[in-house]
């Protein structure tokens, strides 16, 4: 699987975090836990990142990437009750409108970290 090793990190930073910290917070509270894992295990990491949505080389939209993570992995967080799949989809058009190969939404729910793994289709 396309950057399978790195994904991984990031998913075990997030099961680190959530034995911490557990449920219920903010998912701005849960970035800043994850951004202070993710560098503690050496990785490259950008927040609240302003990005442009772009059609027929005109600037169309922006928004802002929740993590991006060695500027490879695109990391939507979520404290939700379930990722639902308007989430899958936002994800996937980051995906498209940033060129980046692989995408991730962490959901901190009630019982567990959720996860969706999400590629770009090429």
Do not use: W
Request: charged share 25%; glycine share 4%.
């Amino acid at each position: 699987m396309q950057h399978s090793e790195l994904t991984e990190k990031i998913i075990a930073c997030a099961y680190t975090v959530y034995n911490k910290m557990g449920y219920g917070y903010l998912e701005s509270v849960y970035e800043k836990c994850m951004l202070i894992e993710l560098a503690d295990i050496g990785l490259n990491v950008e927040t609240q990142k302003p990005l442009k949505v772009c059609y027929k080389g005109q600037i169309v939209g922006d928004f802002v990437a929740d993590v991006i993570v060695n500027d490879t992995v695109m990391v939507e967080l979520k404290s939700v009750s379930k990722i639902i799949k308007a989430h899958e989809i936002q994800l996937v058009n980051y995906l498209v409108s940033t060129n980046k190969p692989v995408g991730l939404i962490l959901n901190f729910a009630e019982n567990k970290v959720e996860v969706k793994r999400k590629v770009k289709e090429l």
